[in-house]
């Protein structure tokens, strides 16, 4: 543990300990190895998936488009927390720098933010294409998808970035421990040793974001799934369910556990709850993604075999 003395004889933290992890020997390894598992998993079915859309030219739709950003979106959103988490469960140190958790704080919710922006651009993508069919292919076009994807990632990025930056500006001192898996708000600023009563501002302003994206959402689906019902054809209500269907699962997974995690205002939760809850959308969901977005998807199971079956061609015919 790391201490700076300042001359009005007062300790300022350099570092933060995380206090929810056990010790090695006292179960940390049964915890590192199926974390491990997870994290390869999340890693590898994130990677497959864009790679198939990217290489597939049946996948080159703004849907797939758009599910390929989310999986690329992914592997990093994870990486800022699970390799961490992965460390302090067979590290007896457990801690962060300061500069290290106001890191994995900005990327961390800079992520998060955008892949909300992200699945907003997917329902309306899907809006358009159940509701609007003969228009759909002059309104989706590729350049308004990459717009959308660039104004995502500038929206996610630049509005964490103030917050940061006034967190890096406050006083650390006393305890230094972390009653959670990772740095987050309402923990870090917790331990701050000045007035921090403007985070009410902050919350609301994250309020306003989720519930904004939220409200698109569940809006665009309300409508699509009345023209789904209204359809004539079984079989036509059936394809057009099928297409919306894994990012409803995605979207009700992804806002529903956000949702519990940060529009609480002024609830609270046990440090067990908490933990439960940061696990879902830190882990949890991640891990479900491919699995949504693959096996319960035809077209992308049988671009993943069509990609395989080319792979295990090329490699015959190059012996």
């Known amino acids: 543990m790391t201490w700076l003395m300042t001359s009005g004889n007062q300790t300022v933290v350099t570092e933060f300990f995380f206090s929810m992890f056990p010790r090695l020997h006292e179960g940390g390894l049964l915890y590192f190895i199926p974390l491990l598992l997870i994290y390869g998993f999340i890693i590898t079915g994130n990677l497959v998936i864009f790679i198939v859309v990217q290489l597939d030219p049946a996948l080159h739709t703004p849907m797939y488009f758009f599910i390929s950003v989310l999986s690329f979106l992914e592997i990093w959103y994870t990486t800022t927390t699970i390799p961490k988490m992965l460390y302090n469960l067979v590290s007896e140190l457990k801690t962060i720098s300061l500069v290290g958790c106001l890191m994995q704080m900005y990327f961390f919710h800079s992520l998060g933010i955008t892949e909300g922006c992200i699945l907003t651009a997917m329902a309306i993508d899907r809006y358009i294409a159940i509701c609007n069919p003969l228009r759909y292919p002059t309104l989706m076009t590729p350049k308004l998808c990459i717009q959308l994807t660039a104004g995502s990632c500038i929206c ?47 919350d609301a302003i994250h309020a306003v974001e989720i519930l904004a994206s939220f409200l698109v959402i569940a809006l665009s689906y309300i409508r699509i799934i009345m023209v789904i019902l209204g359809m004539p054809s079984a079989e036509g209500r059936h394809k057009a369910f099928s297409t919306c269907a894994a990012h409803l699962a995605v979207f009700l997974l992804f806002f529903g556990s956000v949702a519990l995690m940060y529009l609480r205002f002024s609830a609270t939760y046990s440090v067990f709850w908490d933990t439960v809850i940061a696990v879902t959308f830190v882990i949890l969901a991640p891990f479900l993604n491919p699995i949504i977005y693959s096996l319960r998807n035809k077209d992308m199971k049988n671009a993943i075999g069509r990609l395989f079956h080319y792979q295990k061609t090329a490699a015959v015919a190059g012996k």
Do not use: R
């Open 156 to 202: 996610g990025f630049l509005l964490v970035l103030p917050e940061i930056v006034w967190i890096a500006t406050l006083p650390f001192c006393g305890s230094n421990q972390i009653h959670q898996i990772f740095c987050d708000f309402t923990p870090v600023l917790s331990l701050a040793c000045t007035d921090t009563t403007l985070v009410v501002i902050v």
